[in-house]
């Protein structure tokens, strides 16, 4: 079957096939979507935060820098006296650390953050020099002001980031961009069964994080509801099949208007000898901006990758045993902070 | 309920949590009557077993009496008296399917975890960190048991929980150890570690066919009941094991190496300080001194079983020793539920009587206190069953000791 369906990627999704929105209609493809589609882009910020966030990268290196090669003479500048050098040196680790982490990572808000922090810190250290008896104390309070009007410049960026912080995926990448996530799994049910279980729409709000439901508007057409969180109104979205092989393949991708227009497929590929089925998911968000990132991250939460797999988990799980397994309201005794923020971050299952 | 609860290294309470209850439908709830004290459950008392969070039931080895099934469970009802495997297996999946309970697919909802760190994950286990599964445990008044349908089998009222409650973990985690010896008629198979699944491996090697089975540790109470169970006893404090197992073997060595010690394993010597100092700068997770001996122990050709836990890193195996002498290594959490019937019959005819290893019985309400007296192998002690409805003792208890453990 499918030489369509080569690398998993459904006719017209891939890249070099000219066609960025995949919800494009098949022959005449429509203009990129514009801002109108995007209710979220009248939220974008006016200040220039990347470029500020990169001068503070930058700054974050030079100050490291100096503090990991000349510790006592910078000590010293600052009027904290020479006696301070491994004090130093370490600050020094630490800007090190944050500029790389500015300047390297698509989400430069937690470095900024980081920041923030250790001006507060360093902060405290200066306030030291402010002692009478110390007799650098006119450069320390320099030092003092100094600091702080960086603390205010960090602070403004991490925050200023963070509100506006789209998917970490693409936030920070300026140009428009494809996002496109595969996975696949294997299960002793035969093609056939895994299809017809797909093929019933209703099943797939079992094992889809973050979808309510799916209901058929005709034999193609689909109407999607996601899961919303209290404050927000839940995504909804109508997808059509583009591709239906009966116990081998399915194709979808969003009718014109969603708001998160995106492309998908899944391939249910014989194993030999009648071992069962490879189940290959293929989900594609194409052209993907910076901005039109908070709809796209209600979907995608932190890790798609990890999350497209967790469904093709529950898929299996739900086809071989019926149920999804889980520890989540069963008995445990007090949980300490840890454990509470494993629970929040889904790094267990368990309460 | 009441429950064993981990709140962080060699930090055990028993305290009240809320009662478990039915969250799938293939789900059961016992009542437990009877649950026992693992050696690998002291590897989570010290703090060696990562993924452990503060609030985390444990226990693993455990029966009782079915209380509520849910509704898709068609072969238990209440009232049943059942042994419940510590896998969790959804008995559908492809390692299910061929009798590979602890790799199934499906009964880890933390995979992704133990994917990260082993590169796959194998199933879920109670009582056994978010690795495996983060599932509540079994030292406790009552247990919920996923996939209820596949794993609990039901026992005989003419057979004592003492009998057939280490059907659960260490009967078949030992009889599984021998069986992947490939155990020939004429075989020496030699087991390193003297506690449960050390005896239980010797009473099952010889059962397989074994003709001698030599049995390693250093605790004299361990190395009698090893005698009493059929082997050969060496105490590794007093002869140097490797020249010993040679001269029993005219220089070829054992046939098949069982190491039943696993990841807090003891030596002597340079070794030991450096497998300790290794430890502590968490430069190796694991001190594997018995698996190192068993590796160069074993003959030309043999199999190295390991039924023993180890976590995660280990070091100075020697390696080549495996290459160059055709070594077959064998482990892995034990597949309980295909042992089930096969040892409950066994223990039906007669064949073997499990609660032999039983040195201590003590309320539940004591478990931090059989937790410190196993791992010290204080008062010769080798394993502790908890009753998890008996009364602390009171002072006007026998001894007119309030915490006396009494002899089995």
Redesign the interface.
Known sequence: MATAFQSGTPPGLGRSAGQHDPASSGTAPRPRPTHRHYARRRETPDLDTASLAQGLGWFSIAIGVAAVLAPRTLGSLAGVGQGSGSLMRSTGIRELANGVGILSQRNPAPWLWSRVVGDVVDLAVLATGLRPDNPGRGRAAFSFAAVAGVLALDALAASHLTKHAGHPLVSGVAAPTDLYFETSI???KMPEECYRFWRNVANLPRFIDGVQSVQALDERRFHWVGKGSSDETPLEWDCEITEDRPGAALAWRTVNGAEVPNAGSVIFEPLPHG??TIVRLSIHYSPVDGELTAALARLLRQDPQ?QV??DL?RF??LL?????????????????F??RA?RRWR????N | MKANVWYGKEQLRVEDVPDPRILNPRDAIIRITSTAICGSDLHIYGGYIPGMLAGDIIGHEFMGEVVEVGKGVQNLKVGDRVVNPFPIACGGCFFCQQNQFSLCENSNPNAWAAEKLWGHSPAGLFGYSHLLGGYAGGQAQYARIPFADVGPIKVPDSLTDEQVLFLSDVFPTGYMAAEQCNIQPGDTVAVWGCGPVGLFSIKSALLLGATRVVAIDRFPERLHKALEAGAEVLNYEQVDVLEVLKDMTGGRGPDACIDAVGLEGHSHGLFGVYDRVKQKLMLESDRPPSLRQALKACRNGGTVSIPAVYGGFLDKILFGSIVNRALTLKSGQTHVQRYLKPLLGLIEQGKIDPSFIITHTLPLSQAAEGYRMFRDKEDSCVKVVLKPWAEPPTLSGHDGQPGQPHLH
Request: aromatic share 0%; hydrophobic share 15%.
């Open positions: 294997a299960t002793g071992r069962g990890s797999h967790e988990r299996k799980q071989e045993s019926g149920e999804i397994a889980t520890t989540h309201g069963q008995s445990t005794g007090r949980r300490s840890i454990g494993a790094l267990t299952d368990s």
